[in-house]
């Protein structure tokens, strides 16, 4: 099945700083990535579509200018968390839509 | 409105006995339909899915899932379970017009007793 990478696995960064998440399709083009957010014990939420060339759609009560999505090219998308607080630590997917939706391996990220 | 009800957060069968997990969907048009399996700190994994023709789909790892429109359900089943089967289940729905956005189910985590 096709292939999707999401880098880094896990993170730990200080309060205050930024950190980026980057999603890849290895073998097919996508035109539309998701962002999703699960907190332990809970299911996924969608964040955000992400659509090459074109800027991000955000659900309703995510911030966009905390949780800023980049989709440059058609096998890349990157999710920046700005000015990162405990309270974003949460694990994050991604995913690609080819045939069907394919998921990222998901990033575990720790603000402390 | 759209969403996805998953009504047993944790369910707990012995090794080579069959399992049943229940999901519920809610969806204003036509939709499809997925069954995922996520290890503890893993990404998800599709187990099959539904889009259309023969309501009983065969997935991966030996499930299997049953479409019944009357009563918006998709319910996942296997006759024999692994302790390797143990993990976190998630039931999702999306529509062809939706562009692959899903939306999930709360998750059932399934533990196997030896």
């Known amino acids: 099945g096709a292939v999707v990478s999401q880098h880094p696995s896990w993170v730990i960064c200080k309060s205050g700083t930024s950190v980026k998440i980057e999603c890849r399709s290895l073998d097919f083009q996508a035109t539309t990535m998701f962002w999703y957010r699960q907190f332990p014990k809970q299911s996924l939420m969608l964040m955000a579509t992400?659509?090459?060339?074109?800027?991000?759609?955000?659900e309703q009560g995510v911030e966009k200018d905390k949780f800023l999505i980049n989709h440059a090219s058609l096998t890349l998308s990157t999710l920046t968390v700005t000015s990162a607080h405990p309270e974003d630590s949460s694990f994050y997917i991604c995913?690609?839509?080819?045939?069907?939706?394919?998921f990222g391996q998901g990033t575990r990220l720790t603000v402390v | 409105a759209q969403s996805v009800t998953q009504p047993d957060i944790h369910i707990t069968v012995s090794e080579g006995a069959s399992l049943e997990l229940r999901c519920n969907y809610s969806?204003?048009?036509?939709?499809?339909l997925f069954w995922y399996v996520q290890s503890p700190g893993q990404g998800l994994q599709l187990l099959l899915k539904?889009?259309?023709?023969?309501?009983l789909v065969q997935g991966i790892k030996g499930f299997e899932a049953e479409f019944k429109r009357s009563q918006s359900s998709f319910n996942l089943r296997k006759p024999s379970v692994h302790w390797s089967d143990a993990a976190e289940y998630f039931c999702?729905?999306?529509?062809?017009?939706?562009?692959?956005?899903?939306?999930f189910g709360q998750g059932t985590e399934l533990s196997v007793k030896p």
């Open positions: 995913s690609a839509k080819g045939a069907e939706a394919f």
């Open positions: 999702a729905v999306g529509g062809m017009g939706q562009g692959g956005k899903l939306i």
């Open positions: 539904y889009f259309s023709g023969d309501t």
């Open positions: 969806y204003g048009a036509t939709p499809y």
């Open positions: 992400s659509n090459e060339g074109s800027k991000a759609t955000y």
